[in-house]
Nanobody, 123 residues
Framework: QLQLVESGGGLVQPGGSLRLSCAAS????????VGWFRQAPGKEREGISY????????NYADSVKGRFTISRDNAKNTVYLQMNGLKPEDTAIYYC????????????????WGQGTQVTVSS
């Protein structure tokens, strides 16, 4: 079964950190670009981070630049999103997606999506 599974979400205080994981099964994630998206209640889905095939390029939305870092562990077939300096406005469901030819701003190009993990930033 080909799937992506996110984990690592939870409740954290403002200024705190979380690391989200996106684990692939049934396919080799290194052959795909991977994007992280989030969707808050009442808002549109937002692309926030991206890593290309072969890790040649990464990209971040302005809203998370300098606070979030995307990385890949090919041995674990997993992509991570390290989130530091979390703010209440980061509260959302976070999704990872994989696509052979995909960009951060084109969610329609992704072939596989995870089920999402909730991140809540609150004191």
């Amino acid at each position: 079964q080909l799937q992506l599974v996110e984990s690592g979400g939870g409740l954290v205080q403002p200024g705190g950190s979380l690391r989200l994981s996106c684990a692939a099964s049934g396919f080799t994630l290194d052959y795909y670009a991977v994007g992280w998206f989030r969707q808050a209640p009442g808002k549109e889905r937002e692309g926030i981070s991206y890593i290309s095939k072969g890790d040649v390029r990464t990209n971040y939305a302005d809203s998370v630049k300098g606070r979030f870092t995307i990385s890949r562990d090919n041995a674990k077939n997993t992509v991570y999103l390290q989130m530091n300096g979390l703010k209440p406005e980061d509260t959302a469901i976070y999704y990872c997606a994989a696509g052979v030819i995909a960009t951060m701003t084109a969610p329609g190009l992704y072939e596989y999506w995870g089920q999402g993990t909730q991140v809540t930033v609150s004191s």
